[in-house]
């Protein structure tokens, strides 16, 4: 094999191997990466009234994003959990964000106020109708949960813990990589499967 042959094997090798880095997500998200910078939102309407962007949040030390909705039997089960985790951690400056991009009728900004006002929600609860959000950091169901880190990079992604049944939850992945990140240190678990009903994408 002469140079030249040699020299325009490399390059294509090394195009290759740099389309495949470039390409490659997480086991459970084609989309985003663990490290990854976590997108941003803005102008998002929330059950309280109010505008909400995610720079709103910049004094939080970790921002724990939760894709969620109404209608599923899914995330309906894991909110006395939410409602508990943003109760015990926001002493400790963590930042519990929920947000539902769903357009059904069940889960438009009416029907959200409603749920939150019903089950007595004390964390954001904001609604994307452009889904760009949820479509940034390829979120599949409800819930998918994503943890950033103080450089608010995606520090875990997948699911709250390991049960639908909170009776039977025994690893706790949120918490623990929240803890984790408020100790300085890496979370014991960076991605898990997301469980949950699928994102109702336009």
């Known amino acids: 094999m002469n140079r030249r042959h040699l020299a325009v094997t490399l390059a294509a090798c090394l195009a290759v191997f740099v389309f495949s880095v470039a390409g ?3 086991d459970f998200n084609s989309k985003v990466s663990v490290g990854d910078a976590g997108a941003g939102f803005k102008n998002l309407a929330g059950v309280d ?5 995610m720079d709103d949040y910049k004094s939080a030390k970790v921002l724990v994003l939760c894709f969620t909705c109404n209608h599923c039997p899914v995330a309906v089960a894991y909110e006395d959990r939410f409602i ?3 109760k015990a951690y926001k002493s400790k400056g963590v930042q519990f964000v929920a947000i539902n991009v ?15 006002e019903e089950r007595g929600f004390n964390f954001p609860y904001l609604y994307d109708p452009s889904q760009e959000s949820a479509r940034a950091y390829g979120a599949t169901c409800t819930p998918h949960l994503f943890v950033l880190c103080p450089e608010r990079k995606i520090a875990y992604m997948g699911a709250f813990d390991d049960s639908n049944n909170a009776d ?5 992945f949120v918490k623990d990589a929240v803890d984790a990140l408020l100790a300085g240190k890496k979370p014991p678990v960076t991605e898990t499967r997301q469980r949950g009903c699928s994102i109702k994408y336009d």
């Open 102 to 116: 769903n357009n059904l009728e069940a889960d438009k900004l009416p029907a959200m106020k409603k749920r939150a």
């Open 24 to 26: 490659f997500a997480g």
């Open 49 to 53: 009234g109010k505008s909400h962007s």
């Open 84 to 86: 508990e985790f943003a």
């Open 168 to 172: 039977k939850a025994s690893k706790l």
